[in-house]
C-alpha cells in the first residue's frame, strides 16, 4: 500500500480530518450509554425532575455534535477516497500510455479498462470505510470496554471471553474469501473483453445474423461472472449472522448474569440498561472493524492488479537513449539484420533477418502474402515493436537512441483499421497538429482527395462524425486519415494498406500529389493491389518474414516470380 502515500499527502487534511471527527463521534456514543444510566438510576428513581432535564439536554447537545462530527467526518472520507482515486486513475491511465503493443497483449484491453475503472473503484471504497472506521471502531471498542469495567467488571469480563470466538470466526471468512475476489475481478475482465469485442464488431456480427450466437457467448460468460461472485460474497454475507449469534449470545448471558445480580441488589436497572448498550457498541466496533477487514481483503486483490500496471516497466522506453534531443532531419530508414517474434516460444519469426535500405524521399511499395511480416516490418520504424535481433536505423541513428516522442512526431503511420473519434471532421483532422490553420486542413485534404466529399456536406469541415466513422463510407475514412497525418508534416509517411477502399484513380491521384508535395517525405506503401505500388521508387517483396526481392516494377517482373504470381493474378492478361 505505500504506493498510496503520495496521494495521501496531496489530500493530507481529508485524511486527518475524518477519522478526527469519526473519533469525536465515537466518543459521544461511550457517553451517552453512561448519562441515561444515570438518568434512570438517580433522576427517575428518585423524582428528580430537573436531574432528568439538565443530563437531557445535556445528551441532546452530545447528540447534535455527534451528528455534525459524523457528517463532516462522512464528508472528508468521501472526498479524500474520491480525489485519491481520481489521482491513481489518472497515474494508471498515464502508465498505460507508456505501454508497448507488447504489453497491452500481455494485459488484454479487457483486462486494463477493468482496472482502471472497477479496481480503483474498489480502492476507494476500501479508502473511504478506512478513514470512517479504522479510528472510530478501536475508539468505541476500547471505551464501551473501559465503561463496561467501570459499570461491572464480572459481567465485562463475558465480552472478552466471546470475543476470542468472533475473531477466530473472521479470521477464517478472510482467508477464504480472500483468493475468491481475485477470481471475481479477473472473470470481471473476461466478461468487459466480451462486451468490447462484441460492440466493436456489432455490424459484422449483424451481417452474419450471429446476434444469438454472441449472446450465447455472453451468457456464459455472465453466468461464469455470477458463479465467481456468489462465491466471493457468500463468504461477506457469513460475517452478518455470525455477528448476530454472538451478539445475541452474549446478551443473553449478560442479562441472565445481571438479572441475579439486580434481584440480590447488587446492580441497578439503568446499569444493566447502560451494559447492554456498551455490549452493543463492543459488537458493533468488531462487526465494522470486521467488514473493514473483508473490504481490504477484495481491496487487496484490486490493489495487486493496479500495482501490475504501474509497475510494469514498458518493453519499449527511451530512458536510457544517448541522442535523446536529436531531430529527425532527413527520414532515411534501414533495418539490419532484423527478426522478430511476437512471443519467446513462438516457432517461426515473422521477421527473419530482414536488411533493406531506404533513402530519404523515397516512395518504397511493400507487398507479400497476408502473414507474410509486412505490417510489423513498417511497425519496427516508430518503436511500436522492437526487434528481437538486429537494429532499426532511422538516420542513421539505432531507434532505440532516439527520444521516442521525437520519432514518433516524424512518423505518420495510417493503419489497416481506419480509427476516427466522435467530433467533427475538423477535430479529426486535427489530431495531427492541434494548431493547424483551416487553410492547413484544406491543403493536406486536397492531397488526400478528401476536400471534395467534405465539401458536399452542409457542415463541411464542421460535419459531425459518428463514433468510428459510422456515417461515412470506407473510403472517405481512409483519406481522412490520410489527410491527419499529413498535417503531422512527418519526415516518414507509411500507409499500411490504407487505401484499400478507394479507387483505383483517386488511389493514383494521391500517390501522385505525394511525388508533387512531398518530394522529401520518405513514403512506404503497404498494398494488395499491385497498381498501387507500380510507379514506386523500389519495391520490396516479402515471403514468411524475409525480403525476398527489392526493385523496381519492371526489375521484379523479369527477376522474381513470386512478385509476378502476384501481378498476373490481379490483371486479366495470361501469364507469358
Known amino acids: 500500500m505505500k504506493k498510496y502515500l503520495p496521494y495521501i499527502r496531496e489530500n493530507w487534511y481529508c485524511f486527518l480530518l475524518s477519522p478526527l471527527f469519526m473519533t469525536l463521534e465515537a466518543s459521544g456514543e461511550f457517553i451517552l450509554p453512561f448519562i441515561n444510566a444515570n438518568i434512570i438510576d438517580r433522576g427517575a428513581a428518585n423524582g428528580d425532575v430537573s436531574y432528568i432535564l439538565r443530563n437531557g439536554g445535556f445528551m441532546l447537545v452530545i447528540a447534535m455534535g455527534m451528528l455534525a462530527c459524523g457528517v463532516l467526518g462522512a464528508f472528508f472520507a468521501i472526498r479524500g477516497s474520491a480525489r485519491m482515486a481520481a489521482a491513481v486513475r489518472k497515474d494508471t491511465f498515464a502508465r498505460i500510455q507508456t505501454f508497448a503493443f507488447s504489453d497491452i497483449d500481455r494485459f488484454s484491453t479487457g483486462s486494463l479498462i477493468t482496472r482502471v475503472t472497477n479496481d480503483i473503484t474498489q480502492i476507494q471504497t476500501f479508502a473511504q470505510t478506512l478513514m470512517r472506521g479504522f479510528f472510530r471502531s478501536p475508539v468505541m471498542l476500547v471505551g464501551a470496554l473501559i465503561m463496561s469495567f467501570r459499570l461491572n467488571p464480572k459481567i465485562a469480563l463475558v465480552i472478552l471471553i466471546i470475543l476470542p470466538f468472533l475473531a477466530l470466526a473472521t479470521f477464517c471468512i478472510i482467508r477464504s474469501a480472500s483468493p475468491r475476489y481475485t477470481i471475481m475481478q479477473e472473470q470481471i475482465d473476461a466478461l468487459n473483453s466480451g462486451i468490447g469485442e462484441t460492440v466493436t464488431n456489432e455490424k459484422v456480427i449483424k451481417s452474419f445474423v450471429r446476434e444469438e450466437y454472441e449472446k450465447g457467448k455472453f451468457r456464459v460468460l455472465n453466468d461464469a461472472l455470477m458463479e465467481k461472485t456468489i462465491s466471493a460474497l457468500k463468504m461477506m454475507i457469513l460475517m452478518q449472522p455470525v455477528s448476530a449469534l454472538a451478539i445475541n449470545a452474549t446478551t443473553l448471558i449478560v442479562v441472565w448474569v445481571a438479572g441475579r445480580q439486580i434481584m440480590i441488589g447488587r446492580m441497578e436497572i439503568g446499569s444493566l440498561t447502560a451494559f447492554i448498550t456498551y455490549l452493543s457498541q463492543v459488537l458493533t466496533a468488531l462487526n465494522f472493524l470486521a467488514n473493514i477487514i473483508l473490504q481490504g481483503t477484495r481491496a487487496g486483490a484490486s490493489d495487486r492488479r493496479i500495482g501490475e500496471v504501474l509497475n510494469t516497466c514498458p518493453d519499449i522506453s527511451d530512458e536510457n537513449a544517448s541522442c535523446a534531443n536529436r531531430e529527425i532531419r532527413t527520414g532515411s530508414i534501414e533495418f539490419r539484420h532484423v527478426s522478430f517474434r511476437y512471443f519467446k516460444d513462438a516457432g517461426a519469426p515473422v521477421l527473419d533477418d530482414v536488411n533493406v535500405r531506404i ?218
Open 359 to 576: 533513402e530519404s524521399g523515397e516512395l518504397v511499395g511493400i507487398v507479400g502474402s497476408t502473414g507474410s511480416g509486412k505490417t510489423t516490418l513498417v511497425s519496427m520504424i516508430p518503436r511500436l515493436y522492437d526487434p528481437d535481433e538486429g537494429n532499426v536505423l532511422v538516420d542513421g541513428i539505432d531507434v532505440k537512441e532516439l527520444s521516442l516522442r521525437k520519432l514518433r512526431d516524424s512518423v505518420a503511420v495510417v493503419l489497416q483499421k481506419n480509427t476516427l473519434f466522435s467530433g467533427t471532421i475538423a477535430e479529426n483532422l486535427r489530431w495531427g497538429n492541434e494548431e493547424a490553420t483551416e487553410q492547413e486542413l484544406e491543403r493536406v485534404c486536397r492531397i488526400a482527395r478528401a476536400d471534395g466529399f467534405i465539401r458536399t456536406f452542409p457542415d463541411a469541415y464542421e460535419t459531425e462524425i459518428g463514433q468510428g466513422g459510422g456515417n461515412l463510407s470506407g473510403g472517405q475514412k481512409q483519406r481522412l486519415c490520410i489527410a491527419r497525418a499529413l498535417l503531422k508534416r512527418p519526415k516518414i509517411l507509411i500507409l499500411d494498406d490504407s487505401t484499400s477502399a478507394v479507387d483505383t484513380a483517386t488511389d493514383a491521384a494521391i500517390r501522385r500529389e505525394f511525388r508533387r508535395q512531398l518530394p522529401a517525405v520518405t513514403k512506404l506503401i503497404i498494398a494488395q493491389r499491385i497498381s498501387s505500388v507500380m510507379d514506386a521508387d523500389k519495391i520490396l517483396v516479402m515471403e514468411r518474414g524475409s525480403v525476398i526481392a527489392c526493385g523496381t516494377h519492371e526489375e521484379l517482373m523479369k527477376s522474381c516470380g513470386a512478385y509476378q504470381e502476384i501481378y498476373y493474378s490481379q490483371k486479366e492478361e495470361e501469364r507469358p
